[in-house]
């Protein structure tokens, strides 16, 4: 049971925030919400430690879609960047902000940049695009993201500042539309780049609160280095181009990893 710790540990997590924001908000979906996420990912990890190999795949759509019809779609909450913003400007702590808070902002510092490997319904089409590692170099178009970020702030401040009715409305269309173009922008940049995560590592916005906290992530792979032979499969496996072998914090690339585990199932030592 030993090896099964991991993915216990996880549901634990994820069962304590549920309860306490069940018991705290006096709302039972918020127990349902947390727990079918804790369990998604938990079993995630199980079926990886069974070396199936389609485990990420299977948590990438139970949370995905779970996030993008049901809580998007059916419930007509925005999860993207400007829900985020219009819960905070309206002080409500509750839906995309709460989500915010324990997948996007605080949650990083557990597990990294595990959302955009598991949970991000965006990446969670984009992944079954052709093209799994990168084919050509990157680019530093990291700037981008602070763009996409900064026109999310300005658009929910000026509907806010302009005194807008109906924003309810308009979040909740802002939300079917900004799916609309991220996805036509990620698949475009897919073949543009021949990198399914070029949109990841040039666009999207949510990475300016997930790459900081990333950084001092609890949860990182490490490489052993008396194992290691310096092969570098680990490194042309990586869709984040993250070098595996250097244990420091100042990796290259290091905020961008997403513990896809390609390195590790594919390093032949055992290293990582």
Sequence with gaps: MKKY???????????????????????????FNFSYIG??????????????KHSRRIVQLLVGLYMLVYLGVISRENMQIEGFWYYLFTG?????????????????????????????????????????TPEKPRKKLGFIRYITFAVS??????????????????????FIVGNVIYYAVGIALAFIFKDNRAFCKYFCPITVFLKPMSYFSLFRIKCDKEKCVDCGKCKKVCPMDVDMTDNSRKRKNG???ILCMECVKNCPKDAL
């Design 153 to 174: 702030l300005i658009f929910v401040s000026a509907l806010f500042l302009a005194k807008v009715g109906n924003i309810e409305r308009i979040m909740f269309w802002a």
């Design 92 to 132: 409500v702590f509750e839906a995309a902000t709460i989500h915010y808070a324990v997948a996007k902002i605080f949650g990083p510092l557990l597990f990294g940049r595990g959302w955009c490997g598991y949970a991000c319904w965006t990446a969670m089409v984009l992944d079954f695009l052709p093209f799994k």
């Design 5 to 31: 710790a991991l993915p216990i540990a996880f549901l634990a997590v994820f069962e304590a925030i549920a309860v306490s924001l069940w018991l705290a908000k006096d709302n039972v979906f918020y127990l």
């Design 255 to 257: 905020t961008e990893c």
């Design 39 to 52: 369990v998604s990912i938990s079993l995630g990890m199980f079926l990886y430690l069974k070396k199936y």
